[in-house]
């Protein structure tokens, strides 16, 4: 990924994060069987987040980033 494919999908991932943090906030409605776990769409984009975040630093710098265990 390039950096504008980078930006792109930091961007989609900010958007479902919004989506999902606002959706989380609605009160629960008695009598819906299902809820969507909007918490869990949260976590899950906010691990997205950081991944991308780093992407985008190596991508910025020109150095990969190497686990510590690698070194």
Same mark, same amino acid.
């Given at each position: ?26 009160? *629960?409605?008695?009598?819906?069987? *299902? ?37």
């Amino acid at each position: 990924m390039d950096l504008t494919e980078t930006g792109l999908a930091l961007g989609g991932v900010l958007a479902i994060i919004l989506v999902a943090g606002w959706r989380a906030r609605q009160p *629960w409605r008695p009598g819906r069987v *299902w809820r969507v776990p909007w918490h869990a769409i949260m976590a899950v984009a906010l691990v997205l987040l950081l991944g991308l975040v780093a992407h985008l630093g190596s991508l910025i710098t020109g150095e990969t980033i190497t686990p510590r265990a690698l070194r």
